[in-house]
């Protein structure tokens, strides 16, 4: 099936011959696979809602959703175990394919692996740029107009330039949101990439006229699994209608870059044995540039031990920052007992047979932050396609991952340069000062002010009869004093509130049960 796999894009493939139909996704997982049996034959879809609504019952999988209040993400094991949100539905894992034999029966076969991070530096940009370049040129060739979310960032940045020298001016429009925060320079560094393009057509929406986040909660996007989309859909449906005015079809985003180009510290513990001095400099850069002692970088870079040893007892790492083999996962303190129980014992047994991405564990790291990305990009893709938007994400393309991740960490990752890699492959086509950037916007104002105003919904939605409750997953009561204090909130409890939020807006959307009426403003005014 990896033949099938080598061009450009995000696509499906199907090999069909007289005795057997193999079905295959993407490695990141924006074109997942599905498989169903009704009536005694097998269905298969690139959508789980579709088949759970083909079988004639649509029900919820209770496990599965307790997994999305995880933060910042579940578990790669969990999501990837074949479990979907619907009972009676089952997924391919990314890099898998799906055979049906002539006889109904299924089998999952893997066709792809993590490469190794081997090249370097000047071996890898070349071939990321190329690897960027056909994503961009296959997705926009007969294109009267091409957008791209231009944030100011450098993953969209770079995007942007490419566009910009595959298509030219006249024919690129590049969006940008601009932040709530004054402390948020993306706008400004959004302007000087646009500054660049002479030709180009650069929208900025400013703050009052998009819609706040959570508007238009009580008319959700019915999609395939919990997603923040669905939690402010007036917001994303603003973005996708005006780049639909101007004329846009496809849409590039640059998501997915803040989780190919970094990577995380355990780097260090391979780079050390591949060149000590570099690995000695990286440790003094984070120290230096974190305000820490170089012995707690050495601290947050140790191997994490075994994958199944460490995903077993995951859950019970409380607030403990320190590196595993994944991001978290952080347990809601408004989670039942009840609920954490299951869970335990749901990564305990699927401890026993599991196996990572990859033996070192900063490429398994890397890779499985793409695919839980890749999760919420799919579904944000499947609500902006009603409105005529292809919304497309190349960081999550194969060739892409493939051309970063065969890249040393060390070289894709620095406390001394932001993402090496990636501006080392438009160097040339981005301005110098973009390339130099060291700051990263924050939209945690964007939240608070939208959270203020939306309390009293949120009262409503998440009561002692929301859908969560029902199930036996949350306290109401713990969740209900979460919520009085949203817009004050740490940053990992504005996290997990938001998880929250989206599981019971899915939950409730695919039972087919109303969502409170909006409050007026005055009666959520402080």
């Known amino acids: 099936m990896g033949a099938l796999m080598r061009w450009a894009g995000s696509y499906h493939a199907v090999l069909a011959t007289n005795d057997e139909t193999w079905a295959c996704g993407d490695v990141a997982g924006m074109r997942p696979v599905f498989w169903a049996e009704c009536a005694g034959v097998v269905l298969m879809g690139d959508h789980a809602r579709l088949l759970a609504e083909a079988t004639g019952t ?94 100011g960032g450098a993953d969209s940045t770079a995007l942007s330039a490419l566009a910009y020298g595959h298509v030219g001016g006249e024919r690129l429009v590049n969006l940008t949101r601009a932040p709530a925060d004054p402390g948020n320079d993306d706008l400004d560094w959004a302007r000087s990439a646009a500054g660049s393009q002479p030709g180009a057509r650069h929208d900025i929406l400013d703050v009052g006229v998009v819609p706040a986040q959570f508007v238009g909660l009580e008319a959700p996007f019915a999609l395939d699994t919990p997603s923040p989309s669905a939690a402010s859909p007036r917001r994303a449906a603003f973005w996708w209608e005006h780049a639909a005015s101007a004329g846009v079809r496809v849409l590039l985003s640059g998501k997915g870059g803040d989780e190919l180009m970094p990577t995380a510290l355990s780097y260090l513990a391979h780079a050390r044995r591949r060149d000590r001095a570099t690995a000695r400099r990286h440790v003094i850069g984070w120290a230096a540039l974190w305000g820490v002692p170089a012995q707690h970088v050495k601290v947050q870079a140790a191997d994490p031990g075994p994958y199944q040893r460490w995903l077993a007892g995951c859950l019970t790492h409380g607030r403990d920052d320190s590196f595993g083999w994944e991001a978290g996962p952080y347990v809601p303190p408004w989670l039942t007992g009840w609920a954490r129980t299951m869970l335990a014992d749901t990564l305990r047994a699927a401890a026993e047979g599991a196996e990572p991405l990859h033996e070192r564990p900063h490429q398994h790291s890397t890779m499985a932050a793409i695919r839980a990305l890749a999760r919420w990009n799919r579904l944000q893709a499947d609500a902006a396609s009603s409105f005529g938007i292809q919304l497309v994400y190349p960081y999550a393309d194969q060739q892409v991952i493939e051309a970063a991740l065969a890249t040393r960490a060390e070289a894709r990752t620095s406390p001394y340069r932001n993402k090496p890699l990636l501006t080392a492959a438009v160097s040339g086509l981005v301005p110098a000062a973009n390339l130099t950037r060291r700051t990263k916007g924050g939209y945690n104002a964007d939240t608070s002010r939208a959270a203020r105003p939306a309390r009293a919904m949120f009262t409503k939605l998440l009561s002692d009869d929301c859908e969560l409750a029902r199930s036996g997953l949350i306290d109401p009561d713990r969740l209900r004093t979460a919520v009085r204090g949203w817009d004050r909130t740490d940053d990992r409890t504005d996290l997990l509130l938001h998880l929250t939020l989206m599981c019971e807006v899915w939950a409730r959307t695919t039972s087919n049960r109303p969502l409170p009426a909006p409050v007026p403003f005055e009666e959520t005014a402080c």
């Open 58 to 151: 649509v029900t919820i999988d209770t496990s599965y959703l307790a997994l999305h209040l995880l933060g910042p993400v579940p578990p790669l094991a969990l999501t990837e175990s074949g479990a979907t949100g619907y009972r009676g539905v089952r997924a391919a894992p990314p890099g898998t394919a799906l055979r049906l034999d002539g006889d109904g029966r299924t089998r999952v076969r893997q066709w792809w692996s993590v490469p190794d991070d081997e090249h370097t530096l000047p071996e890898g940009a070349p071939v990321l740029k190329d690897a960027l370049r056909s994503a961009i040129a296959v997705r926009t060739h007969g294109e009267s107009v091409v957008g791209c979310e231009l944030s």
